[in-house]
């Protein structure tokens, strides 16, 4: 065992260089691992923490043209008791709003912002809550909520959080009933404050604003649940949904949910399934990469080590002893380079790039990652070991002699396909990260059909009653242009809400976004045809709407018709401008106007839009907005924004994940690169002589770097064939979770080329100047 570490040490003394790259390239590979499966692992984990989670799914409805995952209570209710194969159901709001409150404490009031979320007394029965004070029997009481154990830290300390009060105002009172140990971060419903549904609306038929989810006893049954259901409840035809036209109910597996796309109104958390592959893909050609550069390099290293290692064999040390000595330096290597690879881990976690991960990189929650990871870093030095130890010991002494062991045929042809495969994985890769740049740049910068640059946006739903006096007193600010108010914020959403109505005795469904009389006008939206909303319209009796074209072509509207059941009238038309995320078409919707006998002080419209004059000192503006807002609230905590602030967040998750994609795709070139470094360092000490000779006969040293450059870009030719259609199927795939896409761009791909290119031309000039600028004596002699 002395010999062999005594052996390792002057391997590494001798070969500074080549096991400097051997240790950094795998020492990169196994921590863009272990933060890769990391990643991986709390997607594919998401909701797995219930109980008997593949027994729980979500209910969705529709038809051939569009699915959503809301409905009205009694539907469901009525769907709960349709077979016996369902053993429990639970209904829950759409999604958790934030709610403002205080809590009094000696005396004093601790304002607070937190989610709330309405779910059904049975949420218990289908999804695993573990309670630290109460059980679920709070639910039960109406005025009673439920809190996670993280907030009933931060609002009580440790004080016992049961009967503790949640004022909202004077009128608005909960009662802490029990609390819950936090969910996991990857589950679609968040850390929230869970209050009952009120019963009222357990018939409430003209309200679908609930998901659903079921418990059953077996997957297998789910199949038969939409038949049985539409047997036993035929007469619900009439009232909600017609079977007859093609409508059907979906059950989405909980763990799927994380996943499906094209689902309307769910606003549970996404991913990709495509990006995960393409992330677990990465994960896998990183690993593969970098065990093939490191046996490359232990083979580059023959023609250095032959020598000495036919010295140790006449001098009687076994054949299999030698083997033996390399394969340990293989695995003792890189065993090495797993113990910097977690200090490189560690590091990653300090740094911001950590955000771009949502799980949890600590060693403590990632165990199996961590030791799965060791396992392949030693299976990763027995395969780097075991090929080199019995080709170097395979040679004849008279092979040895001559310097022909590195020249075979069968020698070349393996190395050609190994750089092959660093060649196609560099140049997919490339290609891969530059489309999804260009995708994320295209969603962020293209035209939206309405102005964002120079707007702060603000919620004033705590005091929106008081509108017209904040109008007042903003505009004081010479800073500020105008003002306008909507319910919600443009493309901040992949959908709104959409409101039913009736026309021409047929009824039609439209995405709908309230606002203010000024809006259009403030946002630079063109009225295409007929006219724009007038401060005079709120003091009518009814509504007006202004409809996209895609509403009027789909739905045969005309300009100055009314809507049936005092539906309002239409006054004029839009273009279609991107009113949704990029993720969804645009879709019929209309911008429509309240009067004030309908909604009193149009609070109904909460979220501010403030443009600012060109040249307005932003900083000075924003506290004139928040200083300007606490005169009417001083409690609660305004955050003034920038819009394409707001537009950015909307993205942030595919933001996050492209970039890590990204990340570790260069990290693979890198890895690539270094590759091609070592398979260079092999052919060009194995062509000494030849390169001595052809020097002797008179070739240049420009011209034997020509030569080697010409024989790495035929293969790079061959590669790129290859590597292009792959990366174009896989980033077409990709790129259909987007309604809009950025064009496929040939240039992306030349561009690949190019860089890749460049890069193995610097490395194979590099390494071959100095052998073709060696005295051709030497190397003769040395041969």
Not at 96 to 101: E, G, K, Q, S
Not at 123 to 150: C, Q, R, Y
Not at 176 to 191: H, K, L, Q, T
Not at 593 to 619: C, D, F, H, Q, W
């Amino acid at each position: 065992m002395k010999a062999i570490i005594r052996n390792l040490i002057s391997v590494i003394r001798r070969f500074k260089l080549a096991m400097t790259l051997n240790i950094l390239g795998l020492s990169v590979a196994f921590a863009a691992f272990m933060i890769i499966m990391i990643q991986l692992d709390y997607d594919y984990g998401f909701d797995k923490f219930h109980k008997d989670y593949d027994k729980i799914f979500r209910v969705e409805r529709g038809n051939a043209g569009w699915t959503n995952a809301i409905f009205p209570r009694p539907f469901v209710e009525r769907l709960f008791e349709s077979s016996p194969h369902i053993l429990a159901g639970a209904i829950t709001g759409s999604r958790a709003n934030d709610i403002f409150f205080h809590v009094e404490k000696n005396g004093e009031r601790n304002f607070y912002e937190e989610k709330m979320m309405s779910i059904s007394p049975e949420f218990t029965d289908v999804f695993t809550l573990d309670f630290v004070e109460g059980s679920e029997e709070a639910l039960k009481t109406p005025e009673n909520v439920i809190i996670p154990l993280s907030m009933a830290r931060k609002l009580f300390g440790n004080e016992s959080a049961i009967s503790q009060q949640l004022v909202m105002n004077e009128r608005v009172r909960f009662t802490v009933g029990a609390v819950y140990r936090d969910f996991p971060s990857n589950s679609i419903f968040e850390n929230s404050i869970f209050m009952p549904i009120p019963p009222a609306t357990f018939e409430s038929w003209g309200s679908a604003s609930y998901c659903a989810y079921i418990r059953v006893n077996d997957p297998a049954n789910v199949s038969m649940l939409f038949e049985n259901f539409t047997r036993i409840y035929d007469d619900l035809a009439t009232v909600t949904v017609h079977w007859a036209d093609g409508h059907f109910l979906r059950f989405t597996a909980l763990s799927d949910v994380h996943y499906v796309k094209g689902v309307d109104f769910d606003y549970t958390p996404k991913s990709s399934k495509q990006t995960l592959l393409i992330l677990l893909s990465i994960a896998i050609m990183i690993i593969a990469i970098a065990s093939i550069n490191f046996t490359n390099f232990s083979t580059a290293l023959t023609p250095m080590r032959i020598k000495s290692i036919n010295t140790l064999r006449v001098l009687g040390v076994r054949r299999n002893t030698i083997r033996l000595s390399i394969i340990f330096e293989a695995v003792i290597i890189s065993l090495l380079s797993y113990m910097v690879a977690l200090l490189l881990v560690v590091l990653f976690n300090k740094t911001q790039m950590a955000q771009l991960v949502d799980g949890d990189l600590s060693f403590a929650a990632n165990p199996l990652i961590i030791g799965g990871t060791a396992l392949v870093a030693l299976l990763a030095g027995l395969f780097a070991g075991l090929y080199p130890s019995r080709y170097i010991t395979s040679f004849a002494p008279a092979l040895v002699l001559k310097g022909s062991f590195g020249l075979s045929p069968t020698g070349r042809r393996l190395r050609n396909t190994l750089i092959g495969i660093q060649f196609v994985t560099s140049l997919a890769l490339i290609v891969g990260a530059a489309f999804m740049y260009l995708q994320n740049d295209f969603m962020q910068n293209s035209p939206l059909g309405y102005d964002t640059d120079n707007f702060l946006t603000v919620d004033i739903r705590q005091i929106r009653e008081n509108r017209d006096a904040i109008t007042s007193e903003l505009k004081t600010y010479s800073g500020i242009e105008d003002i306008t108010y909507g319910m919600a914020l443009l493309a901040s959403s992949d959908l709104y809400s959409a409101t039913g109505l009736l026309y021409k005795e047929e009824q039609i469904w439209i995405q709908t976004f309230p606002v203010y009389y000024n809006f259009l006008k403030v946002m630079g939206i063109e009225i295409t045809e007929g006219r724009d909303f007038r401060e005079e319209d709120v003091n009518i009796d009814r509504r007006l709407w202004i409809f996209n074209e895609i509403a009027r072509k789909e739905h045969s509207l005309e300009i100055n018709t009314f809507l049936d059941n005092n539906g309002g009238d239409i006054i004029g038309f839009i273009p279609d401008i991107k009113f949704a995320s990029f993720r969804r078409e645009v879709i019929p919707m209309g911008f429509v106007l309240y009067p004030e006998s309908m909604v009193p002080g149009g609070v109904i419209n909460s979220n501010a839009y403030i443009k600012l004059n060109a040249g307005t000192n932003v900083r000075a503006a924003m506290s004139h907005i928040s200083s300007t807002l606490a005169k009417f609230n001083p409690d609660y905590p305004f955050e003034v924004r920038f819009f394409d602030e707001v537009l950015q967040r909307l993205y942030e998750k595919e933001r996050a994940l492209n970039s890590l994609i990204s990340l570790f795709s260069l990290l693979a070139v890198f890895i690539s690169i270094v590759g091609v470094f070592g398979l260079v360092v092999f052919d060009s000490e194995c062509r000494r002589k030849e390169i001595g000779i052809r020097k002797v006969l008179g070739a240049s040293t420009l011209g034997i770097i020509i030569m080697f450059n010409k024989a790495y870009f035929k293969i790079l030719t061959v590669c790129f064939v290859i590597a292009a259609p792959l990366a174009w199927y896989a980033i077409t795939r990709w790129l259909e979770n987007f309604a809009y896409k950025t064009p496929m761009y040939w240039w992306v791909y030349l561009l690949a080329f190019v860089a890749v290119a460049i890069i193995t031309a610097c490395t194979v000039t590099f390494q071959n100047w100095r052998a073709a600028t060696a005295n051709p004596v030497e190397a003769i002699k040395s041969e």
